[in-house]
C-alpha cells in the first residue's frame, strides 16, 4: 500500500457512487506498503458515517484480481478476520479508474502493531492456521508468481547479482527442492509480515493485504511469519519465546507434523530468499518513483542477510 496515483475528491465521488456508498465526506493516501496505490476515505449515507479502504492496484492485472477478491470472501465467510470486498452497483468487486482495476474494502478497527508481544506471536499463529484450514476448500489454486520459477530465474534476469549472490540462491533452491514435494499445500497468505496485520487494544483484530496469495505449502507460509515476526531485523536474533508463541498458536489450530517441523529451517531460508528476489523484482519495477516521497520501499539487501544468518544458525 503506497501512493503511485494521486486521486481526488471527484475521484471518491465516481467511487462512492459505484459503490453505493452515499456522499464522501473525505480521504487520505496510505503510505505503507509498496506495490498498490491506497487510501483511506468515509463517507455518509442515511446519517451514518462508514470508514473505508479503496486500493488501486498499479502491478496487477484486472483478469488476475477475482482470484484474490474472492478468496477474501472465502476467508471471511469461513470466520478469518479479514475484511470482505464490496460488491458494486454491477455486483462487481472491481472498478477501473484512471484505466487501472480498483476495490473497496471495509475499514477494519486496529492499526499495524508498534511492538511485537509474545500474545501477539500466539494469536498470528492461530489466525494463520485458522487461514489455512480455511483456504483448504477455497478451490481456485493459484501458483505464486514469486515463487520456484521466478527463483531459478533470477539468477540470469538480475544483472545486480554477483556470482556469489547466484551461488547462494542456487544453493537454497536445491535444498528447498529436497523437501518441498512431501509438504501439504492449501491457500496461503505469502506475505504475513506484521504490518499485514491490525491491532486493537492488544488484540489482533485483522489480516490484511493478501495480494501475495497463493496456493503453495503452509509451512512456507508460516516460515515467512516468522521470520519477520520473531526475529530481530538488524541482529537477526531469534526470539525464542516470541518463535515458540507463534509455533504454539498455530499448533492449537492445525498441528504441524514430523516433516513440517524438520522442514521449518530449509522453509525459513528459503523465505528470506524470496522476499530478497521480489524486493529486488520490485525495486526495479518503480524505479521512476524512487523520487516520489509518496512511495515506500524495503530493503533487499535486508533479506539476503536475513538468509546468510540463518545458514549460520
Given amino acids: 500500500m503506497s501512493v503511485y496515483t494521486q486521486l481526488n475528491h471527484q475521484d471518491f465521488e465516481f467511487i462512492s457512487q459505484a459503490y453505493q456508498l452515499g456522499r464522501p465526506i473525505d480521504f487520505k493516501g496510505v503510505a505503507d506498503g509498496i506495490e498498490n496505490t491506497t487510501y483511506f476515505f468515509r463517507t455518509e449515507k442515511d446519517n451514518q458515517i462508514s470508514e473505508w479502504v479503496f486500493t488501486l492496484f498499479e502491478y496487477t492485472q484486472a483478469d488476475a484480481l477475482p482470484y484474490y477478491l474472492e478468496l477474501y470472501d472465502h476467508l471471511f465467510k469461513g470466520g478469518v478476520p479479514v475484511p470482505d470486498p464490496l460488491l458494486n452497483k454491477d455486483k462487481s468487486r472491481l472498478i477501473q479508474l484512471y484505466k487501472k482495476p480498483g476495490a473497496v474494502f471495509p475499514r477494519l478497527p486496529g492499526r499495524p502493531p508498534e511492538h511485537l508481544t509474545t500474545e501477539l506471536c500466539f494469536q498470528c499463529g492461530v489466525e494463520l492456521a485458522k487461514l489455512h484450514l480455511v483456504g483448504e476448500s477455497y478451490a481456485d489454486h493459484h501458483t505464486d508468481q514469486k515463487g520456484l520459477t521466478f527463483w531459478q530465474n533470477s ?8 556470482d556469489d549472490d547466484k551461488a547462494l540462491i542456487q544453493e537454497t ?3 528447498y527442492l529436497t523437501v518441498s514435494h512431501s509438504l501439504p499445500k492449501t491457500s496461503v497468505h505469502g506475505d504475513l509480515f506484521s504490518d499485514n496485520v491490525l491491532v486493537n487494544e492488544g488484540k489482533l483484530t ?3 493485504d493478501l495480494f501475495n496469495a497463493s496456493y503453495d ?3 512456507f507460509d508460516l516460515a515467512i511469519t516468522l521470520n519477520d515476526w520473531t526475529i530481530a531485523h538488524k541482529s537477526h536474533e531469534v526470539n525464542a519465546e516470541k518463535y515458540q508463541a507463534m509455533i504454539s498458536g498455530y499448533q492449537s489450530v492445525r498441528p504441524l507434523s514430523d516433516a513440517e517441523h524438520s522442514a521449518l529451517p530449509i ?11 521480489s524486493r529486488i523484482d520490485t525495486e526495479q519495477a518503480f524505479e521512476q518513483h524512487k523520487n516520489d516521497g509518496h512511495i515506500s520501499s524495503k530493503d533487499p539487501k535486508e533479506m539476503k542477510n ?3 544468518s540463518l545458514r549460520n544458525q
Wanted: hydrophobic share 65%.
Fill in 267 to 277: 522453509m525459513q531460508q528459503t523465505a528470506a530468499l524470496r522476499f530478497w528476489l
Fill in 173 to 175: 533452491i536445491d535444498q
Fill in 155 to 162: 539468477i540470469q534476469q538480475f544483472k545486480s547479482l554477483t
Fill in 306 to 308: 536475513l538468509l546468510l
Fill in 206 to 208: 485483522a489480516i490484511i
Fill in 217 to 219: 505449502i503452509a509451512v
